[in-house]
């Protein structure tokens, strides 16, 4: 492909991608491999010295996952992307490349339950103080704010109360604190909106949602805009010499690389000592899975929408939270919502679970992104730990039910849904 400047529904085909040199095969084989071969004494030495580029070990480098990296870069409009073994290993290694023992960040408190949990449990026993504060609070925010501080995290559409943040917003704060804004986009793929147009400096990904779109692999990623100064001294895994890579400084020895210094340390002490690496056949459902993306982000916006509006108008239905409904869509999400749509049941917790056993069609499960149409009752599955008093904290009433809409057709959905409000 030459460099010219293609829509996003070509590079979700093609991009960073030549057809493979040896075998010239159309699409990106699988490279089942742990190592590579040096063609002689010299060149292993070159690699290692990094005179040469090249692969060395599969832990931190593979050729199918070189094109998923290259090709979600492109589709964030990022600098370098890295892939990993899971969203939650990509959400952990980017904070812990930032911040270290004694440090500090700001997050949203509307996160995806893995990660409220490693920020309010897992980080704080690293020494890594997490400050939450409510989604759009931009008051709160200012005030968590400290000289510890190292980043400031959000996610673009929570879950479950689907409330959108407003990215602008909290980059506007960002640059004025000069802290990284890192932006959980699982639940807005990049055909629906791409943070880093908004002020974000890192992406992150759960591939295993949408864009692997068919619920068959777990894995990861993390996009750098390549747009943010690391040589800020309050920064000291970028300033200081970093033992375990021969004194380098991230932030000032790369060369022509410093502006992407976070995501080389990712891969050079993240993926390679800590370990996190995707397998090679997952890169590759999840290239299948951008392939479709543009086409399938528009039918689950369509499918949503039409739910949405559905319950939105049913006499048992008591609310509706659905993405488009928020008045910062326009802004964000104008080219649709996805199809994740959230709803409370007239009574409580008796119906809900009456209407999830009731449904046809969908699958009960604790997972989102599917091309199968999903539903879950929270409050007595994923959030059943908490008490009743904190399930409302998290803005999880026992009335609440929230649906994944699938690739179905609308009317079989509709359908299903309007069979099992009936029984109730
Ligand atoms: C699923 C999810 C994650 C975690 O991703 P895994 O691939 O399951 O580890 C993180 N953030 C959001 C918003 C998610 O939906």
Redesign the pocket.
């Known amino acids: 492909m030459s460099n010219k400047t293609y829509h996003i529904e070509t590079l979700a085909i093609h991009a960073g991608q030549v057809p493979d040199p040896t075998t010239l095969s159309r699409a990106v084989p699988v490279y089942r491999t742990t190592a590579y071969a040096f063609r002689n004494s010299q060149h292993g030495a070159d690699l290692f010295a990094l005179r040469e580029s090249g692969n060395i070990y599969a832990r931190l480098m593979n050729p199918t996952e070189d094109v998923l990296e290259k090709r979600l870069a492109a589709l964030e409009g990022g600098a370098a992307a890295l892939a990993v073994s ?4 990509a ?1 952990y290694f980017t904070i812990t490349n930032i911040a270290k023992q004694g440090d500090e960040i700001v997050a949203a408190n509307n996160l ?1 339950g ?2 409220y949990t490693q920020f309010d449990a897992i980080l704080p026993q690293q020494g890594i103080k997490v400050n939450f504060t409510p989604v759009n609070d931009f008051i709160a925010v200012e005030a968590a704010i400290n000289d510890k501080t190292r980043a400031i995290y959000i ?1 673009t559409v929570g ?1 479950p109360g689907l409330d959108i943040a407003d990215i602008e917003g909290y980059a506007v704060i960002a640059k004025k604190h000069h802290l990284p804004l890192i932006v ?1 986009s ?2 807005t793929p990049p055909t629906l909106l791409r943070p880093i147009e908004h002020g974000a400096n890192i992406v992150v990904h ?4 949408w864009i692997g779109g068919h619920g068959t692999a ?3 990623a993390v996009i750098d805009a390549g747009n943010f100064d690391w040589t800020d001294p309050k920064f000291d895994l970028y300033n200081q010499p970093d033992r375990g890579y021969h004194g380098l400084r991230f932030a000032h020895d790369l060369g022509d690389a410093n502006p992407l210094a976070f995501i080389m340390r990712l891969r050079t002490v993240g993926l390679r000592n800590q370990g996190p690496t995707l397998a090679p056949d997952a890169a590759w459902l999840f290239l299948q899975g951008l392939e479709s993306l543009p086409l399938r982000m528009a039918k689950h916006s369509e499918n949503g929408l039409a739910v949405a509006n559905f319950l939105k108008n049913h006499p048992k239905v008591a609310w509706v939270k659905y993405p488009a409904f928020n008045p910062l869509a326009s802004k964000y999400l104008p080219n649709g919502a996805n199809g994740m749509v959230v709803f409370g049941i007239k009574g409580g917790a008796k119906e809900a679970q009456h209407l999830v056993d009731n449904l046809d069609l969908f699958t009960i499960i604790a997972n ?1 992104g599917d091309a199968k149409s999903l539903v879950i009752h929270p409050a007595s599955t994923t959030h059943s730990q908490l008490s009743e008093e904190d399930q409302i904290k998290a803005g999880l009433p026992p009335e609440l039910i929230r649906l994944s809409i699938g690739l179905e057709n609308i009317d079989d959905i509709i359908g299903a849904l309007d069979d099992a409000l009936e029984l109730i």
Do not use: H, M, P
């Not at 899971?86 to 290993?89: D, E, Q, R």
């Not at 759960?206 to 949602?209: G, I, R």
């Open positions: 899971s969203g939650t290993a959400i995806y893995g990660t996610e879950n959980d699982t639940f759960s591939l295993s949602k777990i894995g990861g989102v």
